[in-house]
């Protein structure tokens, strides 16, 4: 077999194990499993990324980037501040719906992360950035439209970024749950009142 970079070799293999894991779970995203997926040796990837915690690192970063991007792209050109969050709603419930988005991976390799020591930087990085581009899309929509917020941006986003992930939290453990919808709405109907001042968030 030819030889291949490891610059070449890097990508291919962050694409087996994330393949591999959305399709099959973490707990199969073992080097020789992911190694067997490109039709690789297992030693190559033990060459290109070291260990598996690694490798793991490397699959949080690519994953975080691909849904950075499609946050940043949410939103239609031109649109009012409220459609802007509800496109936010819909086009991140969108990767989580696609199987092969890799937003449930990521969920759960946030999970992981929590107990597995060199993971650690890779999970803040990945909610600091998804923070970071939520909080610029609500700044961005409000200064766009003449919106004036009620609160801060990054609380806006912080909180709406919350209520996001305990829905997909309830996604993973009641696939069925009819009311989906329902709850999207109510989450950014919640965000817009906190948004313009309806919604105190002062603790009483």
Do not use: C
């Amino acid at each position: 077999m030819a030889h291949v970079p490891a610059a070449e070799r890097r990508p291919q293999l962050i694409n087996a194990a994330i393949t591999l894991m959305a399709r099959e779970g973490i707990a199969a995203g073992s080097t020789r499993a992911i190694a067997a997926e490109l039709g690789v040796a297992q030693t190559t990837v033990h060459y290109t990324f070291g260990t598996k915690e690694d490798l793991y690192r490397a699959v949080m970063e690519q994953l975080t980037s691909n849904l950075v991007a499609q946050v940043e792209g949410a939103a239609p050109e031109g649109a009012g501040f409220e459609e802007t969050i509800a496109a936010l709603a819909v086009a991140l419930w969108r990767t989580v719906e696609e199987g092969a988005s890799g937003y449930r991976l990521l969920t759960e390799l946030a999970m992981h992360a929590l107990r597995t020591p060199g993971l650690g930087e890779a999970r803040a990085a990945y909610y600091r950035q998804v923070n970071e581009v939520t909080e610029r899309i609500v700044t961005e929509a409000a200064s766009r439209t003449g919106f004036v917020l009620a609160q801060p941006a990054d609380l806006l986003a912080r909180f709406f970024l919350s209520g996001f992930d305990g829905l997909t939290m309830q996604r993973l453990y009641m696939p069925d749950k009819p009311t989906v919808e329902v709850d999207l709405g109510a989450l950014v109907a919640a965000t817009l009142a906190l948004a313009d001042g309806r919604l105190d968030p002062t603790p009483r």
